[in-house]
Each structure stands twice: as structure tokens, then as C-alpha cells.
């Protein structure tokens, strides 16, 4: 038994923590020699760095054991309760998180809105981040991965299957957040021609990628339009792809201020407070609408004694229609409120968090109605999620490092940071 | 929309009243397409009079567990002397014992329904499952994606998936014998069955032995056949003389089609992502009116004159004099 527990530390260490510290070691110094980059070994960086990493090692793990012995060996998910924390978190709320770079893209491009152009950028390079994660986490939770890279439901599709279109289109969706912002990497390179064949072809891809998350954006709603019966009447309704798309947007441009105010504060840089500020007066209306469509339907269906019930579904409900939609479109109707920094950035927070509980109320929650709440997510399901969430926050951090990510500090900044 | 072409592009109050426009517009065709109801297109191309059926007299089954061991030994899974208490990747069917309030026993056989137009071949992403020309639904593993979706579809909750297997889980479920079928021979169950419990047939005449049978016994059957309308009707049927619902069964489930809730809504994406596009064209096509033809539009950043280098890192510059 002493001598099993030993070889296990022994090979932890020799296969996980020896290869972290060497690709870290090796990250750094490339880092430090590409960007100039020098950290500052406080406590608390030390700290953040440790849990991250710690966060990753379990994370790593976990990935061995789900290829060996299968998902059952670290998830919590049954027969009866098939989709977990890593469609409802990673897939249904990563998509939504993403959802500000289509709104964006196509205010500057097809409306010619060109103010937002300083944020667009940032917002592109988390939805691409955002997008290519989701494609991850997709692959470790399906159970036959190597199906999906070998293309079958491209051979053998199902125009019935939404889950097929919504694959589809997160496919090339992603590609043309790629294509999208390629322009960083060849103004960085300085490669003219290839500058210029995307330049050339940006407005038609902007317009793709706004029909491609369009469809499904909506469709990750229609999903679970087939679990009649199934998921709870408050969250059950036909109008249920129309509220994704729409929430989409606006939790997607709750999004852009979060992301702006983190990188702000990371980066040191100045804050475009009047274009988070104009976002934010877009969305209290937007909003504002949501919250008063997803009553009027629940209404409309003939459930609204169900908003009164004493039950954990009617909390959540209001908690996430309330929390991320109906407070955040009051606060941000108050031109004092929007234009104050960290006021904007809290309410962006709420949004996103309200909108997370959102997909998760669609996929996880509320089909404990039918099941029992018989599914939490396990440690490891955690972890993997979070190792993935730090993983694209690193890559976002050392891409705006190297490639022109932000504009220049002179330009289109009006507010600066602390 | 276009009609606002001469505004000067750095007014941001009247482009962004276009797009709440554009977006109510975009709203509003939604709500258009979904009020013009379109009768959601039947994917089964299967005869519902001819496909193969079965029919489980719940009165006459005694609970012996023959068909769940015949079933076991026909498609090769674990065999057991127990009898199995749910279904899982061994058990394609077994025998739910229910022991009802006034103290009689009854046994409940489940498996696949194998729904006419069934949820799960709809939810497929790669057609793994897929309704077979007669009708009983059936698996290719080699397509299969192994997402899990048509478990979260079913109306029945029958597919299960192998969760201990890392590379290659099936999901695992009656597939009705399809292969004996093919081969003349009557499916492992029913060809085991001691009591005539179960009966196989083609639906219509099933069905109408079914009716027969109820009709005969009003005071003794229960006046529903479960399957001839659940889930847009079942190739497996069931009548019972105790209340469905004391037996487990689900009784809430739609008699509308399972793939028609999706379908509703999948079947208007072109319409709406259509219009969407003809929208944005237009408004992009005014948009590059309105600007005018910049001459420095298709150079890169770093060659524009007068303009310096304005996306340069800044960090960059300072690591390349420090290095």
C-alpha cells in the first residue's frame, strides 16, 4: 500500500509537475524574450499562479482517467442525466460569452459604426478563445471524439438533428472568428499580401458570422425544445431559441465591459468608458425587453401561477430573470450609474453571471424537475472547466502581449485606468 | 434603412435607432414565421400499418424473466441468473415488478418503444441511430458521436451509454432483433414468451386485435392502448387491467410527434436567416455608400502616411532596444 502510494507520487511528479515546470519555465523565458514582459514574484501573483496550476494538474489528471476508464470515472453524469456541467457551462454559456463579437463586429462593419472599432478587436480574439475552448470541451465530453475529427456528421448528417446544424455552424463560426482576426497576426508580421486578402474579404465574413450565430445561437435554445415533458414549464417554451438569441447579445455585451474592465486592470491600460457607457444604454432597453418578453410568456402560456411557487425552480427563475436582466436594465437606464466605471463593470458581472445561470437553469437544473436532482457536477467536472476558463484567459493575456490587440494608448481613450 | 444614407457616419444616435430597427425587424420575422403554422414534416417514411409491432398484455405476464435471458443470450450480453433491475449496457430489456396499493403484483416489461417517428433519430448528429426501412430503430457505433443528445430526447428514456468504456461507449438498447427479423425469425422475447404475454405482428393488426380484445373485456382491461398514440404512436403496445400510471408508466407524454417540437423551429432558419441576410447586405452596401471610396482603404496600418504606426505594441519596442 505505502510502496503504491509512493510510485503514484513519484510518477505525479515525474509525468505532471516536471513537465508543467519545464513548459512554464520555457513559456517564460520565450515570454520575456518576445514581449519584455517581467513578472513580479509577489505573494499574491505566486498565490494566483499556484491555485491555477494546481487547478491545471487536476485537470490533467482527469483528462488520463476520462480517456482510460471513461467519462463515469469522473464525471458525475448517469443514464438519467446524460448532459452535465460541461454542455451547460462550456458549450451553452461559452457560446453566449462570445456572443458580443457578432453585435460588435457588425455595428463596425455593416453599420459602419466605427467608434467601437478600439474594443472590437479584444471582443473578436474572446469569442475566437471562447469559441475554440468550447470546441475542447465538446471533445472530452462526447464519448467517440475521434468521430467528430474524422468528420461523420459532415458525411452522415441529419438536417433534422439540431445538435448537427449547431455543430455545423460552431465550426465555421469559429473560423471566421479565425479568419476575423488574423489582421493582428499579419500587422505583427508585416505580411502585406495576406493582410490584404483578409482585409478584402472581412464585411462578407463579417455578415456570415452574424447568420452563422444567428442560427445557433437560437438553435442552442431549440436544442432542448426535444426534451418535452422533460424540462420545466418555466424554462420550456417554443419562444425558447428567440430568448437565447436574444440574451446572447445581451449578456454577450454585459461581456465586452467585463472583459474591457479585466484587461484594463491587468494591462494597465486606459478604459473606453463612453463606448462601454453608449454599449450599456443599448442594453438596459435590450434588456429591459428580454425580461419583459420571458414573463409575458411564461404569462402567456398559462404558468403564471408558477412564478409565485414556493420551489427552487421559481428562485432560480427569478434570480436569473430578475438578477441578470431586470436590475441590470433599470441601473443601466441611469445615465449616473452607466457613465461610473465601477458601476458599469459590477452590473456587466451581474449580467454575465445571470446569464450563465440561464443556460445552466435550461440544461442542468431545470430537467431536475423530471429527474430529482440527482446530478451536481463533480470535482473534476469542475475542474476541468476552470482549467480550461484560466487556460483561455492565459492564452487571451499572452496573445495581447504579442499581437496588437488594443489600440495605442493615445488613440480613442477618454477615461484611464485607476 | 437605406433611406438614411446622407447622415455623417460619426452620428451614432441615428445608426444605432437602425439597428434596434433591424433587430425588431429581425424579431419580428420570427414571430411571423412562428404564427404560420407549418405542419412539421414527417422524417418516417415507414408505413405505421405494416411496420413490425409487438403487443404486452400486462395481465398475462407472470414474471418469469424468460424474455429478459432469451434477450441476453440473442444479442450476446452478459448473462445473468438474476433478474435484471433496470436497463443498462447488458440489459436491453427487463421486468419491472410493481406491487400496487391493494397488494397485487404486476410485471412490466421494458424496452425501446421503437417510436414511429422516434426523438432519438431526429437528435442524431451523424444518423448513428437511424429507423430502418420496415421501422424498428437501429445503431451504427461507427458513426456515432457518442454526445449523448438521444438520451436527453427520448420520451421514454430507454438509450443507455457505456460510461466505463474511454474510447469506443456505444449507446446500447433493444434494436428490436432486427437481424432475426431479417432472417424470418420472430424477435428472442416473444419467441420465449410461456404465457403469450407478448404478441408480434404487424401494428394494424395488432392494433385492431388490441381494440378486439378491450372490447370484449370492457370491465376487465383498462380503455387505453399504451403506444397507439404516445410520442406520435409505438411499434410496442401495451394493455393493462390497473391504471397505467400506477404501473410507472408515463402518462403526460405528447401524442404530437417528438421531432415536430424541433423541427417547428428548425424548418423556419432559412426563411429567417434568409430575410437576415438580404437585411444585412443592404445595410452593409449603404453603409459603404455613405463612406465613400477611401483610396487608403485595402494599406495595411503600418504604411499608412501620417498616421505613423498606430497599432504597434509598445512593449514590443522596448524589448527589442533592451535586447
Known amino acids: 500500500m505505502f510502496q503504491d502510494i509512493l510510485m503514484l507520487g513519484a510518477l505525479f511528479i515525474l509525468r505532471i509537475i516536471v513537465p508543467l515546470l519545464l513548459v512554464i519555465g520555457i ?18 501573483f505566486v498565490t494566483g499562479v499556484g491555485l491555477v496550476l494546481s487547478c491545471w494538474a487536476i485537470a490533467a489528471i482527469a483528462l488520463i482517467l476520462r480517456f482510460t476508464n471513461g467519462l463515469g470515472a469522473i464525471t458525475n453524469l ?91 455552424c460552431v465550426m465555421f463560426y469559429t473560423t471566421v472568428l479565425a479568419l476575423e482576426f488574423l489582421p493582428a497576426l499579419f500587422e505583427r508580421l ?115 401561477y408558477m412564478l409565485t411557487e414556493p420551489t427552487l425552480m421559481t428562485l432560480l427563475f427569478w434570480v436569473e430573470v430578475g438578477l441578470g436582466a431586470i436590475v ?51 470535482i473534476m467536472e469542475v475542474a476541468l472547466t476552470a482549467a480550461l476558463f484560466t487556460f483561455g484567459g492565459a492564452v487571451f493575456v499572452l496573445l495581447s502581449r504579442l499581437l496588437p490587440v488594443f489600440p495605442k494608448e493615445e488613440t480613442a481613450l477618454t477615461a484611464s485606468g485607476d | 434603412m437605406t433611406a438614411q444614407n446622407n447622415q455623417p457616419r460619426t452620428d451614432g444616435s441615428i445608426t444605432r435607432r437602425q439597428f434596434i430597427k433591424l433587430s425588431a425587424a429581425t424579431v419580428g420575422s420570427v ?40 434477450c441476453a443470450e440473442a444479442n450476446g450480453l452478459a448473462p445473468t441468473t438474476e433478474q435484471a433491475q433496470g436497463l443498462n449496457g447488458q440489459n436491453f430489456t427487463y421486468i419491472k415488478k410493481v406491487e400496487l396499493e391493494d397488494g397485487q403484483v404486476r410485471f412490466v416489461k421494458r424496452q425501446c418503444m421503437h417510436c414511429l417517428d422516434a426523438a432519438c433519430v431526429s437528435a442524431c448528429p451523424a ?52 437481424e432475426r427479423q431479417q432472417e424470418g425469425e420472430l424477435p428472442a422475447c416473444v419467441a420465449n414468451c410461456p404465457t403469450g404475454a407478448i404478441r408480434f405482428g404487424t401494428r394494424s393488426e395488432l392494433l385492431a386485435y388490441a381494440h378486439a380484445r378491450l372490447a370484449a373485456n370492457p370491465d376487465f382491461y383498462v380503455d387505453h392502448i399504451y403506444g397507439e398514440h404516445e410520442a406520435g404512436g409505438t411499434a410496442w403496445l401495451y394493455i393493462s387491467d390497473v391504471p397505467f400510471e400506477s404501473l410507472g408508466f408515463r402518462t403526460d407524454v405528447t ?25 444585412l447586405t443592404g445595410a452593409a452596401i449603404a453603409t459603404q455608400r455613405r463612406k465613400g471610396h477611401d483610396p487608403d482603404h485595402n494599406v495595411p496600418p503600418w504604411e499608412r502616411e501620417g498616421e505613423g504606426e498606430p497599432i504597434e505594441v509598445k512593449n514590443t519596442q522596448s524589448d527589442q532596444g533592451e535586447g
Open chain 1, 27 to 44: 513559456g517564460y523565458s520565450l515570454l520575456r524574450r518576445l514581449t519584455g514582459v517581467k513578472l513580479d514574484f509577489s505573494p499574491k
Open chain 1, 78 to 168: 448517469t443514464d438519467e442525466f446524460p448532459l452535465g456541467l460541461w454542455i451547460g457551462f462550456d458549450v451553452m454559456a461559452g457560446a453566449m460569452l462570445g456572443g458580443g463579437a457578432f453585435v460588435l463586429a457588425g455595428l463596425v462593419y455593416v453599420f459602419g459604426i466605427e467608434r467601437y472599432r478600439p474594443i472590437l478587436r479584444s471582443t473578436i480574439l474572446t469569442a475566437f478563445l471562447g469559441y475554440a475552448l468550447l470546441i475542447v470541451a465538446l471533445l472530452i465530453d462526447v464519448g467517440r471524439p475521434q468521430n467528430i475529427l474524422m468528420l461523420r456528421p459532415v458525411f452522415f448528417f441529419n438536417i433534422h438533428s439540431v445538435l448537427w446544424e449547431v455543430a455545423m
Open chain 1, 190 to 304: 508585416r505580411w502585406k499580401r495576406a493582410w490584404q486578402i483578409v482585409h478584402k474579404i472581412t464585411l462578407p465574413l463579417v455578415i456570415i458570422g452574424i447568420l452563422l450565430s444567428t442560427m445557433h445561437q437560437s438553435s442552442l435554445g431549440s436544442m432542448w425544445l426535444i426534451a418535452n415533458g422533460k424540462l420545466n414549464d418555466l424554462w420550456y417554451t417554443p419562444w425558447l431559441p428567440v430568448f437565447f438569441w436574444i440574451s446572447a447579445i445581451g449578456v454577450g455585451l454585459g461581456m465586452v465591459t467585463v472583459e474591457s474592465n479585466l484587461s484594463s486592470r491587468a494591462f494597465k491600460r486606459g478604459l473606453e468608458q463612453d463606448l462601454l457607457a453608449s454599449l450599456a444604454k443599448f442594453n438596459s432597453y435590450w434588456l429591459g425587453f428580454y425580461a419583459i418578453a420571458r414573463l409575458a410568456d411564461v404569462v402567456w402560456r398559462g404558468k403564471a
Open chain 1, 328 to 378: 441590470p436594465a433599470i441601473l443601466m437606464s441611469q445615465p449616473k450609474i452607466r457613465e461610473h466605471k465601477n458601476a458599469l463593470y459590477a452590473i456587466g458581472a451581474v449580467i454575465v453571471v445571470g446569464g450563465i445561470l440561464n443556460r445552466l437553469c435550461v440544461s442542468m437544473f431545470g430537467m431536475w424537475t423530471y429527474t430529482g436532482p440527482v446530478y451536481l457536477p463533480s
Open chain 2, 31 to 70: 414571430v411571423i414565421a412562428h404564427q404560420t403554422k407549418t405542419r412539421a414534416l414527417a422524417a418516417s417514411k415507414v408505413s405505421r400499418d405494416t411496420a413490425p409491432a409487438m403487443l404486452v398484455d400486462l395481465s398475462r405476464c407472470i414474471g418469469c424473466g424468460n424474455c429478459q435471458r432469451s
Open chain 2, 127 to 178: 444518423s448513428a441511430l437511424h429507423q430502418t426501412p420496415e421501422g424498428p430503430i437501429s445503431y451504427y457505433p461507427n458513426r456515432c458521436l457518442g454526445c449523448r443528445y438521444c438520451m436527453v430526447s427520448c420520451p421514454f428514456d430507454i438509450p443507455r451509454f457505456e460510461w466505463e468504456n474511454g474510447l469506443t461507449p456505444e449507446i446500447r438498447k433493444c434494436m428490436f432483433c432486427y
Open chain 2, 255 to 279: 401524442t404530437r410527434p417528438i421531432p415536430a417540437y424541433t423541427w417547428d423551429i428548425m424548418s423556419k432558419l432559412p426563411t429567417v436567416v434568409g430575410s437576415m441576410a438580404v437585411v
